[in-house]
């Protein structure tokens, strides 16, 4: 089985590095979940590469508490996402426990 990657994100000026990443890691064979928190989740509504994102990576969530206090409805869900993607941080928990490698940007 190949090697797994989960990657945690926090700072929004490190999207073009989780793309590349992303891609890197697929491109292995590798299973990749991100989850976006905090003030990270503005990279939903901000930039136009998060819904090929969501469909290049194997899980993509983000924190609905962390996108609320961005100022976002929760009611609406970015492009790529469905309701079930609006997590809680036992995404962050599910990376650290389920997956080979760690990554925090």
């Known amino acids: 089985m ?3 990657l989960g990657i945690f994100v926090t700072n929004p000026d490190n999207f073009r590095h ?3 990443i992303v891609k890197a890691a697929k491109a ?3 299973n990749v979940k991100v989850f976006f928190t905090w003030d990270a989740t503005h ?5 136009a590469g998060f819904e090929a ?7 993509v969530s983000i924190c609905v508490d962390s996108y609320k206090n961005m100022g976002y409805d929760i009611n609406d869900i970015p492009a790529g996402l469905d309701e079930k993607k609006m997590g ?4 962050h928990g599910i990376i ?3 997956y080979d490698c760690y990554l925090s940007l």
Request: charged share 35%; hydrophobic share 30%.
């Open 2 to 4: 190949a090697k797994s």
């Open 18 to 20: 989780v793309e590349g």
């Open 28 to 30: 292995k064979g590798s």
């Open 43 to 47: 990279n939903a509504k901000k930039e």
């Open 53 to 59: 994102l969501c469909n290049l990576a194997d899980d």
């Open 88 to 91: 809680t941080q036992a995404q």
């Open 96 to 98: 650290i426990e389920d």
